[in-house]
């Protein structure tokens, strides 16, 4: 059974925490338990008749995915409020979206910088912008990536994102 936590039903149902947890004590929604992250988990299809925008059937995955941390599905969820006239929900998937990929540039960078050797410390500090503890040279930004060259002239990493 498809669940999302109660904190995304709260978003998308725009209806508070209080009624939501009333409604689950009434039965009208079911807890399907908690998710790894320890998140009230609530059954998607009792709350369907509650989205506060229509959501055709093949969208309903992109809730899931969105809830699950998916970035692109929180993108196209996005994508989806702001046509129905929610530019406030839009604007939480929006975020939610980026920093789910933060997270995971976060994470492939301390990768590649571990894999190769290189302090993963020191990396992080560059990505994260302390380019003083980094000790690192960041060789350009443009159209909203970066690259970024861990002492690649001594053999370091060459990371682009």
Known sequence: MNAISLDSAIIVTEIS??????RLNEGQITRLG????GRA?????????????????????LFIAADAGNAHAQNDLAQLFLAAGKPEIA????????????????????????QRGRDAQSCQALFSGN??????????QSGGSWACYCGA??????AEG
């Open 131 to 140: 380019w003083r503890a980094a000790g690192r040279n960041v060789a350009g």
């Open 91 to 114: 604007l939480f998937w929006l975020q939610s979206a980026v920093s789910s990929q933060q997270s995971a540039v976060s994470s492939q960078q301390s990768a590649v910088s571990s």
């Open 153 to 158: 002239a001594d053999g370091g990493v060459d």
């Open 17 to 22: 925490k209080r009624t939501l947890w009333r």
């Open 41 to 61: 988990m609530l059954a998607f299809d009792d709350l369907l008749p509650l989205l506060c925008i229509p959501v055709a059937p093949e969208d309903h995955e």
């Open 34 to 37: 908690s998710d790894e992250r």
